[in-house]
């Protein structure tokens, strides 16, 4: 305690203690950090988070009111106080003895804290203030009297309101990238040239020893930033530079603890601008005689964060009140084996397999609420790891799909736990490679199936040095935390996010491509892989190219691409070799001549396979799985001991982003990103580029449409054109990270989806909302909005909610391009986009929906009539409307009527979209091998029920069947001529 070495206690969040010197000089101290103080991180200008100038404002009549000051004469900003990822700051206030006239000097500093004290940094001076007991000014009185303002009356009268719709999406365009805490402005007026706002806190925010809390301050300047936006037309004018508070002048505070504000401002003759705050009844509670503010510069802020360059952080969340050794509500279940002890920590009840817990419901148990599976075993050697990596996807997928396909656990959560299979710091290394890659695999079956799963990973023993059995105990706080993926780091519950990336530290080209040595690149004959050939030699100069493709010289545009580099005086080789292959990439790597060594490595190859979770297979996880994770490991396994410059993978945001019908995709690519924090943390060079979709058509987006194209984009991501790719490559490269996300993501889409709770929880952290519009924000609103209406006009909006969503999901321009009488399959939906209709009505209503909801209702107009009827009744009676609240029912009779009127082409697609598993259970896949000329009984067998040869020829067909695709499947079901 602060008492016990003769400090007393500062009694203001940002402090921590305060000293009174014999000379009469008062010292507060305190340290910040994003971590202590999370709020903080919500205040970042041009990519760096600042301390608000509001915050170092409060502390000067903190520090006045502890020494019986009133008020503030002037606060001059003297630089910014940064607030870096994971550094702790000090701040130091100091406050002089009185001088003559009975005024106070007061002082801001703050250095980055180290326990070691010869590490220490010189002091940054921030603030000088001037405190008084009196104003000083002849026209302070008034300016002190609020109630002269006509704040008692509100809105104000006469005053014209100014448009604050997208106001904070348009500040973010600016440089103004505002968390939830600093969102404050609700409304804001003009009348003449004295502006009015009204702005408020979060209704969660913390405001206990703030005289006025910094976020509701700052809130009140930004109706500057909202009139120097707005022209005199009231439309938007060219942006300005982000501007901050530079000085504030005659500064007294009449009332603490406010939450809502009127604020009035007016010119303060030329310097600036006076402010008259007051609470929701007209009373005082600040009143500042001149705020000035000034333009903030990216030397100023000193870190430069990239626009489009993403970043993985792991900031820290509160914890809950579950916390460490709680119980956890609801209850909950313990699936197979049990190495991290949860069992023992939390007292759960056990089963050996999903098998045993599914015949305990069916002789009457309750399915659980939660059900957990340890991710976990013996880490294999090196020479073992690719094995056991396909092993724990196809593992990891068969559970998956067992799980999805009972629908008694539709509202069971089953979490996932692995232990060190992800790197929360740039420090750590991923420990567990063979588990990692499930991360992308459930990121993925989440985003088909929104509140089924969860991600939890513990400590790692090679990591952190603490034991998983005591971070396990904070898995009820884990799991109250509400959040779909989470990691506990020493007796903390940390979560992903992506932030823009620090650039500010770049390394010169000639320490990532060395002109004499030979860089080889993977699939170097693609789309992608031919315009980075190119960049090489042209851009980063590159002489000695060493390019594999699966077909080599022989492939399309190689023997162009030889004589286009050759011309450049290029020394290049284009051999055919699958890197896969670790022989076959041995034997080339062994002819690299000795004078031009192998000094850098980029591995671009990529094959893609998209299903959506429940068709997917092993066989679809193995074929891209190989040339991804295959190839990426020999590679670093062939090459760990030479002296490489470069190991540059080629990944995707698939992985990070869990992007629906990819979760092979995004498997693979979530082993790349690991890989690179292993060789980090060993003391390679690595980076890993997780891509999002460049402009230019490649073998992997060839396949898109602009249907595909449109929808992509009104999700919030731009495609990147080939050059600036090119030039995110150079700066992604040169910087010290391990993994970063290369993307063009548009605030405002984002923010959109935040707030109707379909964005990835990765990206929270890039467009927050505030709290009341975040999460399933949609749900409430839909519901009010129904409630709101006439009991006639409910259907007409229920009908329009699934219009616009459907041409949301089809990437059309308007909702009312969409036929409400046109069947989905024919409007062009096919699984995938059935996942993702499903999803966004599921967070606009409210209901857990099912898979087969685009089949069952088989039109917008129907699903519009079965979800009206759903959101019809009371809490409590929604069951007798056809959908639980939790899960659909089939309405079988429309389903029938629907399914008469398919032709062969809508059959096919909708086949398409069941999972094999389906088909089983239906007996269709029986009826599958009878038409093609095999006995059913004895595939499903596996015993000949005509001797050998029939015997055969149902083992055969099996196999065959095994190997088709969907669409050939479909064909075969639906043409009996069609045999093997």
Known sequence: QPSDLGLTEPGHPLLGAQITQPDGTTAFTGRLSQRTHPWLADHTITGTVLLPGTALLDLALHAAHRLDYNHIDELTLQAPLLLPENTEIQIHVTVAAPDHNDHRRLDVHSRPHTEDEQEQTNWTHHATATLT????????????????AALTTWPPTDAQPLGTEGFYDALAEQGYEYGPTFQGMQAAWKHGETLYAEVNLPQDTNTDGFGIHPALLDAALHTLVLNKMLDENGTSAEPAPPQVPFSFSGVTLHAADSTTLRVRLSSADGNGWSIIAADTSGAPVITVEAVAVRAVTAPQTQTRRHPDIYQFTWPTIPTPAAGAGSTLAGTWAVLGPDPFGLGETIAPTRYPDLRALREAVTKGANPPDTVFVSCFSEQPSDSEIIASVHQSAHSTLALVQDWLSDDRFETTRLALVTRGAVATDTD????????????????????????????????????????????????????AAGEPYLAVREAELRVPRLAHADTSTLRPREDLFDPEGTVLVTGATGTLGTLLVRHLATRLGAKHLLLLSRR???????????????????????????????????????????EHPLSAVIHTAGVLKDATL?????????????????????????????????????????GILGTPGQAN????????????????????????????????????????????????????????????????????????????????????????????????????GLVRVRAGRSGTGAAPDL???????????????????????????LGYTAADDVDDERGFLDLGFDSLTAVELRNRLGAATGLRLPTTLVFDHPTPAAMAVHLAEALSPEPGEADAAGVTGTTGVTDTASTAVAAADLDDAAVTRLLAAIAPARLREAGILDRLLQLSGATAGAASAGAPSGGPETAAQADSAIDQIDELDLEDLVKLALDPSEKF
């Not at 007991?133 to 002269?148: D, L």
């Open 133 to 148: 007991t009196e104003p000083t000014t002849p026209n302070a009185t008034t300016a002190a009297n609020p109630r002269t």
């Open 428 to 479: 750590e290394d991923v420990a567990d490679l063979r588990h990692a890659p499930i991360w992308g695999l459930i990121r993925s079956a989440q985003s088909e199936n929104p509140g089924r799963f969860v991600l939890i990973d513990l400590d790692s023993d090679t990591s952190t040095g603490t034991e998983s059995a005591d971070s396990s105990t904070l898995i009820p706080a884990a799991l």
């Open 552 to 594: 080599g010289i022989g492939g399309p545009g190689a023997a162009q691409l030889h004589a286009e580099l050759t011309d450049l005086g290029v020394d290049v080789r284009i051999e055919a070799c699958d890197a896969a292959d670790r022989g076959a990439l041995a034997a080339v790597l062994a002819g690299i001549p000795a």
């Open 614 to 654: 429940g068709t997917q297979t092993p066989e679809h996880f193995d074929t891209v799985l190989r040339p991804k994770a295959d190839a990426a490991w020999n590679l670093h396994e062939l090459t760990r001991e030479l002296p490489l410059k470069s190991f540059v993978i080629y990944s995707s945001a698939a």
């Open 665 to 764: 995709y995004a498997t693979a690519n979530t082993f790349l990103d690991a890989l690179a924090h292993r060789r980090r943390a060993a003391g390679l060079p690595a980076i890993s580029l997780a891509w999002d979709l460049w402009e230019q058509t490649s073998g992997i987006s060839a396949k898109l449409s602009d249907a595909d194209r449109s929808r992509i984009e009104e999700y919030g991501v731009r495609t990147i054109q080939s050059d600036y790719g090119l030039e995110l490559f150079d700066t992604a490269c040169a910087s010290d990270h391990r993994v970063v996300m290369p993307s063009r993501l548009d605030k405002p889409s984002l923010r959109k989806h935040a707030e109707n709770g379909t964005l990835p929880a990765v990206l929270r």
């Open 783 to 809: 519901r009010a909005k129904l409630a709101a209406l006439p009991e006639a006009d409910r259907p007409q909006a229920v009908l329009d909610a699934v219009l616009a969503a459907t041409a949301s999901v």
